[in-house]
Structures are given as structure tokens and as C-alpha cells.
């Protein structure tokens, strides 16, 4: 399965250039297999990103801005979308893949809140020192 990441290579707008440098940057560090597809010098590129966003991702004038995101023909999302799964750390479900060996896994909230549980179980297990116990500082405490 191949990325797709539809991109604007002569956009006038710093904003878009931003994004899909982003977006870009981020898949090549991650080492994410990905292809960027030119809508500003292909018309075939550009039709088919037109035609493929789902008509409720499209802007109220009907044409999707760069960078959209495929995984094949499957539409992921736009740079919105992309931002958000990649702050929720939730970045390969949103591309359709699956975690790489030896990654962090995307964790699920039945995870965290079971390691809050362990969490605050150790912290009940954990015992300051009684009276008749000496506490040693590194250095000389001075009062």
C-alpha cells in the first residue's frame, strides 16, 4: 500500500507550501512509503484528487486544497485531519498501516487507563520513611 499525498508544487501560498511540507517531512522521517502527486503540473492528478474527496471534506466552493492524503484510492484527509492524528499519536490508523516492528503503539484509551490503574496502585504501595528511619541526603543539609 502506497501513500498518495497530493501537493501543489507551485502554490503561491506559503500556507500550503507549509502544510504539505509538513506532511511530507513528517512521512519521509518516519520512513513512510509515499508518493507525492503534482496537481498544479499533472490535470490528470488533479482531477482525480477533485473527484476522490469526499464530498463532506470539501470546501463550501467544492475544491479541495493541497495537501490531501490517499492510502491507494482510500481517502485518509486533509492536512487538518493529519495534524490532528499525528498530535493523538494515533498517525498509521489514520493512514490505514499498521505500526512498524519496534514502534510505539498507538495506544488505545482502554491502555491508558489501565496504566493510570497500575499508577496509582504503586503510589498506594509506596511507603515514606517511619520516625526511627535516618533519610540520607547526597550533601549536607542545612537548615
Known amino acids: 500500500m502506497v501513500i498518495k499525498v497530493f501537493v501543489a508544487t507551485s502554490s503561491g501560498s506559503t500556507a500550503i507550501k507549509k502544510k504539505q511540507q509538513e506532511v511530507v517531512g513528517f512521512l519521509e522521517a518516519n520512513k513512510i512509503d509515499?508518493?507525492?502527486?503534482?496537481?498544479?503540473?499533472?490535470?490528470d492528478n488533479r482531477k482525480w484528487m477533485r473527484e476522490n474527496v469526499p464530498g463532506e471534506k470539501k470546501p463550501q466552493?467544492?475544491?479541495?486544497?493541497?495537501?490531501q492524503i490517499f492510502n491507494e484510492e482510500q481517502y485518509c484527509g486533509d492536512f487538518e485531519s493529519f495534524f490532528s492524528a499525528k498530535e493523538e499519536n494515533i498517525i498509521y490508523s489514520f493512514l490505514g498501516l499498521a505500526p512498524p516492528p519496534?514502534?510505539?503503539t498507538e495506544k488505545s484509551d482502554a491502555t491508558e487507563v489501565d496504566e493510570a490503574h497500575a499508577e496509582a496502585k504503586a503510589d498506594e504501595g509506596a511507603q515514606s520513611p517511619s520516625e526511627d528511619q535516618q533519610v540520607i541526603f547526597p550533601f549536607p543539609f542545612v537548615t
Open 34 to 43: 509515499f508518493q507525492e502527486m503534482d496537481i498544479a503540473g499533472d490535470e
Open 61 to 67: 466552493n467544492g475544491i479541495p486544497l493541497p495537501p
Open 102 to 104: 519496534g514502534a510505539e
